[in-house]
């Protein structure tokens, strides 16, 4: 008789196939990670989420901007529209490193 995975066997193993990859989806292995902690994370709701934030990057921006046009507007609408701020206090607070907390 098999024994049924865990949650945190089960991240594991999806974040070893995202690391696989040539090409790694950075948002797709965080969520992994955070699942280790959050075995039931419901990540549509955080690529949902994520796509909105870049929507919201996106107004105002014109086409064929420079990278460092780029960087300005996400910079703007992340820390100055939306307030997004460092956990000034508790640094270290392991939350801190999992995407669906930060976000």
């Known amino acids: 008789m098999a024994v049924p995975m865990d949650a945190a066997d089960a991240s594991r193993r999806l974040l070893r196939r995202y690391i696989a990859q040539e090409s790694i989806?950075?948002?797709?292995?965080?969520?992994a990670v955070a699942r280790e902690e959050y075995p039931d994370l419901d990540e549509g709701k955080y690529l949902r989420l994520l796509d909105r934030l870049a929507e919201g990057v996106q107004t105002g921006l014109p086409a064929g901007?420079?990278?460092?046009r780029r960087v300005g507007r996400i910079n703007t609408h992340l820390f100055h529209e939306l307030g997004f701020c460092g956990n000034h206090n508790d640094y270290y607070d392991p939350r801190n490193s999992f995407l669906n907390e930060v976000l």
């Not at 989806?25 to 969520?31: T, Y």
């Open 65 to 68: 901007a420079t990278p460092e």
């Open 25 to 31: 989806d950075l948002v797709r292995a965080a969520l």
